[in-house]
């Protein structure tokens, strides 16, 4: 199988990895980077908020044929401890509530404040409104099908080889969530 290549917290990864598998899944399953989470898998929750080239992109939409040659930021990347500047608004304004959307939304706010220092609050609601912590964790807990809608077969991630089930393999087990 042919390797591609990409680019993750400025790491280099090769892989032999299927073209068609999320990228999502990659992050996690691959690469044991698991701040990035699995919530819906349409693109609606906002949960595996990913950077690509510093512009916020929903991994779970991606697959690894399109990420190939391109540079990502998962929320491990946006700093080494915690010290990122949204990562520590986070904190002292005491945002999180049950935290599966926290990651998503960090990664968003910082793509965000990264093209405007001082946005308004309609281009926050913008860019954050859609992120649902609700819709994430119930349609995960739900192992709810990751596929798009209107999606053809060759597209959708059960199509890749080396992951039948639709549920990314590192949350088969708990059946969703965290
Ligand atoms: S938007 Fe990707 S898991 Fe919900």
């Known amino acids: 199988m042919p390797k591609l290549a990409l680019f993750v917290n400025g790491v280099r990864q090769e892989t032999e990895s299927a073209a068609a598998m999320p990228l999502l899944w990659f992050l996690r399953d691959v690469l044991g980077l698991t701040g990035t989470k699995y919530g819906c898998g349409e693109g609606v929750c906002g949960a595996c908020t990913v950077l690509e080239e510093g512009v916020a992109v929903r991994a779970c939409q991606i697959d690894l044929a399109a990420a ?9 990347g946006l700093s080494a401890d915690g010290s990122h500047p949204v990562q520590r608004a986070w904190l ?87």
Not at 68 to 76: D, F, L, P, V
Not at 125 to 144: K, M, N, P
């Open 68 to 76: 190939a040659g391109k540079r990502y930021t998962t929320i491990e």
């Open 92 to 178: 002292e304004e005491n945002v999180a509530q049950c935290g599966y959307c926290q990651p998503g939304m960090i990664v968003e706010a910082a793509a965000l404040l990264a093209r405007k220092a001082a946005p308004t609050p309609a281009e926050v609601e913008s860019a954050l409104g859609d992120h649902s912590a609700a819709a994430a964790a119930t349609r995960a807990s739900a192992g709810r099908s990751t596929a798009r809608p209107g999606a053809p077969a060759s597209a959708r991630p059960e199509a890749a080889d080396d992951h039948p089930a639709r549920l990314p393999p590192s949350l088969r087990a708990a059946g969703g969530g965290c």
